[in-house]
């Protein structure tokens, strides 16, 4: 077995009201099939928090919303707030669910141990923002206001404001965090060319072109301590959520949200994997890039992977080369340590769409990843309804079908329909997201978390939780702090839950 550890994915969600048929209403699901997505309604979905902190304008094209991205946050929210007096709360299956600073929702899965799981929870989070979705639309409609809200598991809106999709890994506290990144930078700079959501871009003189990333024009600096002036790559704010002795915890910034469950197996598994590697003392210096700002962007841009970028040590490679050298590498670690014959089945699954991912890129043919990617499943999608229509990368219409790749509704959006027609893959069945819903992960710290609040749920008592505390707000102020997230049992809890139901 590789070593055990702790992950959990951050998304941050787009949100929009459409203006009702007539007026334009969102984008149907249709543009799978044959017909055009009916109307130009979501394709102004609004800005996130870090476009707002940032101060980004609003939503360029698409008519006006009828109901701000601010106002749809609330009736989005209503509820939430009505049971947990807050638009910030853990829920009983031990996650995150909270209003950022922007008026855009966002969903922080509990911890996860197994790349599996870790999918089902994100999985989990989409079907309780559509819930919430289709409750808020419901209330706007009682209420005459005119409009459907979309949730969009995106990363840019159409005005090309930017909220991310952030992964944290715990590793262990090591003297050379900063060495872990020069290895690291160079890799989550080249992963995006399997990775990326796909992106339709404007080109400075007219006309689109695709790139691998949404994300990738957004970053600006490597690693730094700030979120929210910088845009970094890694953020090495020191908040481990764990015994702070042991371990870190690594917030990565860059990535783009993924749709397909294939895409974010991928790449939480593979960065997983070369942790592990890393973690056990494996240098990789020769990596390093001379520029990686203007790699990131260049190499999204470059849809062959093959141009070369600058290495700090004056080499040239490209983002495939580069990825080969990481998937060696790893795959040679762990045979000589003699970890590849007790790898999971999810585990396999990741190392093999790794090579036959870059074996795509190298053999430029997409149709090897077409129903695992998202950049090639998007991709393939717009090309069969652009050649239908005769239609240009720019067109109004190939963005809003673009859009709906996105959108998180199973009647609205398209990925439902797609994973249907066996046109996007899957790595959980709907049981197991059902069950992620209302069950934290039951092998680590979330499961304490989620008994708790289900507890206080149940008895209607006043808690204040976050990822390391349970309280309950009584005279007695009870409190206990969770060190270990790899731990579901704990004693003092089980005191704690007894306190609650007397
Ligand atoms: N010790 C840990 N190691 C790795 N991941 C953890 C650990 N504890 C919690 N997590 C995960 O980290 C994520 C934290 O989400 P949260 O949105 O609260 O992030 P944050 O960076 O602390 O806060 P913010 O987004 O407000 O800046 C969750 O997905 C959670 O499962
Ligand atoms: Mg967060």
Redesign the pocket.
């Known amino acids: 077995m590789t070593a055990r550890r702790i992950f959990g994915v951050?998304t941050e969600y787009g949100i929009t009201c459409a203006p009702p048929a007539g007026r334009g209403a969102g984008v149907s699901g249709a543009g799978i099939s044959d017909a055009p997505p009916s109307s130009d309604g979501a394709a102004g979905a609004r800005e996130g928090a870090e476009g707002a902190r940032d101060g980004g304008a609003g939503p360029a094209g698409g008519p006006p919303a009828v109901v701000t991205a601010d106002d749809a946050a609330r009736y989005l929210f209503r509820k939430v707030v009505q049971w947990g007096r807050s638009s910030n709360v853990f829920l009983r299956n031990g996650a995150r669910l909270y209003l950022d600073v922007g008026s855009h929702p966002?969903y922080?899965t509990a911890e996860c141990d197994d790349v599996r799981q870790l999918v089902a929870n994100d999985r989990a989070g989409e079907a309780i923002l559509d819930e919430m979705t289709e409750d808020a639309n419901a209330l706007l409609a009682e209420e005459g206001v005119p409009g459907t809200i979309h949730l969009f598991k995106n990363n840019v809106d159409s005005a090309g404001n930017s909220f991310g999709c952030?992964e944290n890994y715990l590793v262990r506290r090591r003297r050379d965090f900063q060495a872990m990144g020069e290895a690291l930078i160079p890799f989550f700079i080249t992963r995006q060319i399997l990775t990326g959501a796909g992106h339709i871009r404007a080109r400075a003189g007219g006309g689109a072109s695709y790139a691998f990333s949404q994300r990738a024009d957004q970053m600006w600096d490597a690693m730094s301590s700030a979120t929210t002036r910088s845009r970094p790559i890694i953020n090495t704010r020191d908040e481990p959520h764990a015994d702070a002795d042991l371990y870190r915890r690594m917030h990565v910034i860059v990535g783009d949200s993924s749709v397909a469950e294939t895409t974010t197996m991928l790449k939480v598994g593979m960065t997983d994997l070369l942790l592990g590697m890393l973690e056990d003392g494996v240098r990789v210096r020769d990596l390093a890039l001379a520029e990686p700002m203007r790699a990131i962007r260049e190499i999204s841009h470059d849809m062959t992977a093959t141009s070369p970028v600058e290495l700090a040590s004056g080499r040239r490679m490209s983002a495939l080369q580069m990825q080969e050298e990481f998937l060696a590498r790893v795959t040679a670690y762990l045979d000589s340590t003699g970890q590849t014959a007790e790898l999971t089945d999810v585990q396999r699954r990741v190392l093999e769409l790794w090579e036959r991912g870059l074996r795509a890129l190298r053999e430029q043919d997409p149709t090897l990843v077409e129903t695992e990617l998202d950049w090639a499943i998007k991709g393939r999608l717009l090309d069969r309804y652009r050649s239908k229509h005769t239609l240009g990368l720019d067109d109004p219409r190939v963005a809003r079908l673009s859009l709906a790749y996105h959108d998180i509704s199973p009647q609205r959006g398209l990925a439902t329909t797609l994973a249907r027609r066996g046109l996007m893959a899957r790595v959980t069945t709907d049981e197991e997201i059902a069950d992620a819903v209302v069950n934290p992960p039951a092998s680590t710290r979330a499961r304490l978390r989620g008994e708790f609040v289900a507890a206080a749920q149940e008895r209607r008592r006043d808690i204040t939780v976050d990822w390391v505390h349970l309280k309950i707000n009584d005279a007695a102020q009870r409190t206990v702090v969770l060190k270990d997230p790899f731990s579901p049992v704990d004693e003092r809890v089980d005191a704690l839950l007894a306190a609650l139901r007397v």
């Open positions: 951050e966002e922080a952030h």
